[in-house]
């Protein structure tokens, strides 16, 4: 092995790094934000729907879990595309990573509602709130809260899989990358720089997550103690 | 333009073999790994604890495309030349083994430590320790995630596609641009992955709830 490694090309090459994360960061946030709020109103018609709004969503949950999600950015890219509707790469990727996300989030925040011990909804129905009112005010904070480094690891992972819609011509990070690779033929340089941006990345995002958890979740509760 | 036949669907059929034959590897290889990693980490020795924690936060925070563009275009330069399947087998096992070992340290952990204790106490050495006492309990623990987790190795076999090796997906899309009909072509290879990943599913959720009871 007489390979010498080179990181010259980051010379003039950093600025198009600088806009794949950046796309990168919104592509992700955008679809977790979307995922979330997808996911959550998921998870309320699951748990207090009617048996078939029940089972359309726990259809669209299985479906969704267990086929790769390369397949359903193809499903959405080429198949749209083919019934004469033109998305761009970046729509497409958003819109396949809601569905992916909204299916985790709908499915990590059925278990967080779950938790929510019945008493809370009798005590709430004493007070008189409306259905609405205690879902959104009784059940959902408390629930997000118990399940909230559940969430916080899957959105990190939908952060990671991202990568994947460079696939489908998506300019963000690991697209940059493989056209650096390509132009610079330093693919081993390349990658293991991308690989480092991508572990700081998800470094950055726990810590978001994090403090977003902290300005949420105010009542700072000790672990183990009774909700 | 050639019309969407049997032919096609069978050529996508006979690719999903190859799904099964790199998730095989994938998960036989990652578990080897990941029983180490687990151990590792549960070691009474820092060094071994601090080097696999690492290991783990590193596979874990790098997507897995990245490790695959490593392996097969990355250590290609550095004179290697791995067949594509090589270099799927080699980063998918690098990344089941990064998470199984997770998975498998929580269930070691997850073991009363009155167990360790009790067979201090008999007089077993570490070896026995983990052979007769603490492993045979935490497998019992470990199935239903292990079981869980296969799901996501079948899925992440579909990126293998992009180094060109001929699995479920590049199937797909091979088919796809001599046919033009991405619909159906790929719904048809969703539904493939689908019959292998849903059982699996379905297994796992049984078995937790079967343990459950047991405890």
Same mark, same amino acid.
């Not at chain 1, 990181?7 to 090459?13: D, I, P, S, Y």
């Given at each position: 092995m007489n390979y010498s490694f080179s !990181? $010259? !090309?980051? $010379?003039?090459?950093w600025p198009a790094l600088v806009e794949g994360v950046w796309l990168t960061i919104q592509l992700t946030v955008v679809s977790i934000t979307l995922g979330f709020l997808v996911g959550t109103l998921c998870a309320v018609l699951r748990v207090y729907g009617n048996g078939f709004v029940r089972r359309v969503v726990g259809s669209y949950v299985e479906i969704i879990r267990n086929t790769p999600l390369l397949v359903q950015m193809f499903i959405v890219y080429f198949g749209i595309a083919s019934m004469g509707v033109k998305l761009s790469a970046e729509v497409s990727a958003i819109i396949a990573l809601v569905i992916n996300a909204g299916a985790y989030t709908t499915e990590i925040m059925r278990a967080g509602i779950e938790s929510i011990s019945k008493t809370q909804l009798e005590a709430a129905e004493c007070l008189g709130l409306s259905r609405v009112n205690t879902i959104i005010h009784v059940v959902l904070l408390p629930a997000m809260e118990r399940v909230y480094p559940a969430l916080s690891s899957q959105f990190v992972l939908l952060m990671l899989a991202s990568s994947v819609t460079s696939q489908i011509s998506a300019e963000e990070l690991t697209a940059v990358a493989n056209v650096m690779q390509s132009d610079t033929y330093r693919s081993f340089e390349v990658y293991l720089i991308v690989a480092a941006i991508y572990i700081s990345l998800s470094f950055l995002y726990r810590f978001a997550f994090a403090l977003v958890g902290a300005v949420l979740f105010t009542r700072r509760r000790k672990l183990g103690t009774a909700l | 333009m050639i019309q969407f036949g049997s032919a096609h669907v069978i050529y996508i059929f006979e690719a999903a073999r190859w799904t099964i034959v790199l998730s095989l590897i994938a998960f036989f290889g990652g578990a080897v790994l990941g029983l180490l990693l687990a151990l590792a980490r549960v070691s009474r020795l820092l060094i071994l604890r601090a080097l696999s924690a690492a290991y783990i936060q590193t596979i874990q925070g790098t997507p897995l495309l990245i490790l695959l563009f490593l392996s097969y275009f990355g250590l290609s330069l550095l004179g290697?030349?791995?067949a594509p399947i090589v270099a799927a087998g080699l980063s998918l096992t690098l990344y089941v083994g990064a998470f199984l070992g997770e998975i498998w340290r929580g269930c070691i952990q997850a073991v009363p430590r009155t167990q360790w204790e009790a067979s201090d106490c008999i007089g077993l050495n570490r070896f026995q320790q983990y052979a007769y006492v603490i492993l045979p309990q935490a497998v019992r623990i470990a199935t239903p995630p292990t079981v869980g987790f296969m799901v996501q190795v079948v899925k992440n076999t579909s990126l293998a596609s992009v180094i060109g090796f001929v699995e479920l997906t590049r199937a797909g899309q091979i088919v796809n641009n001599s046919t033009f009909q991405p619909l159906v072509v790929f719904l048809l290879v969703a539904a493939i992955y689908f019959a292998i990943c849903y059982p699996l599913s379905v297994a796992s959720r049984v078995l937790e709830r079967k343990f459950n009871v047991a405890r």
């Open positions: !990181f $010259a !090309f980051l $010379a003039n090459r | 290697y030349r791995l």
